[in-house]
């Protein structure tokens, strides 16, 4: 199994410029999210899903957009970078909300 | 919404003392309490976590103890070796499908 996997694992972006952060896992979990690690912010959390076709909102959602049509898969879209966002991003996985989380291996995104 | 507290944020011992990570909780209805390691440049990864039917857990030289009456739970490390060097995040997550909300995290640095 390769677990959780994050692409790019570094993006540069420019104010404005849009992308999307890949993530997918083989273990067939059900429950996926999407954090943010800033310098002595801990983990924050963007957004969530608790299986295909449902999403919601974390604690520091805007700026970004997610889906999730597949069980696998649950990209991460930045609208309009901002330099707030430059930040590391990790992807996370597990069978339910209160069942062990596996990170991917994060994505470090510089906004100029 | 639940919130957690964690202390200290950084915390320096003596290879071989005992470390202790403290974190407090807030809301009542939290079962869930996960504790996630995360080495310099790597991805968390869970090292132990406790439910709130269970007032104390080991494993080898990790050990969680939960008061419930007082909200906190902490994180005993004993005999540190240079390798338990790494950020320490806790986290709690309320009965039912509602999301981990993680503490900021306490740098851990043993020095040999």
């Known amino acids: 199994n390769a677990g959780v996997t994050q692409t790019p694992k570094f993006q540069v972006l420019k104010t404005g410029q849009s992308m999307t952060l890949q993530c997918a896992q083989d273990m067939n979990h059900e429950y996926m999210s999407w954090y943010r690690q800033d310098p002595g912010m801990g983990l924050r959390l963007i957004h969530y899903?608790?299986?295909?076709?449902?999403?919601d909102q974390g604690e520091v959602p805007n700026g970004y957009n997610v889906s999730r049509s597949t069980t696998e898969d649950f990209p991460l879209r930045l609208l309009s970078a901002a330099p707030s966002q430059t930040s590391v991003y990790f992807c996370a996985s597990s069978y339910s909300m209160q069942e062990t989380q596996y990170f991917g291996p994060g994505t470090r995104l510089l906004v100029l | 919404g639940e919130n957690v507290e964690q202390h200290p944020s950084t915390l320096s011992v003596q290879e071989g003392d005992s470390a202790v990570i403290k974190c407090t909780y807030s809301?009542?209805?939290?079962?869930?309490f996960p504790w996630y390691k995360q080495e310099l440049g790597k991805r968390p990864q869970l090292i132990i976590d406790i439910r709130s039917n269970v007032g104390e857990k080991k494993d080898q030289r990790i050990a969680v103890t939960l008061n419930k009456t007082a909200k906190h739970f902490s994180l005993h490390i004993t005999e540190t070796q240079p390798e338990d060097s790494a950020v320490y995040f806790c986290?709690?997550?309320?009965?039912?499908?509602?999301?981990?909300?993680f503490g900021k995290g306490t740098r851990l640095s043993v020095i040999a």
């Open positions: 986290a709690a997550s309320i009965r039912g499908n509602t999301p981990l909300v």
């Open positions: 899903s608790v299986g295909a076709g449902i999403t």
């Open positions: 809301d009542s209805a939290s079962n869930y």
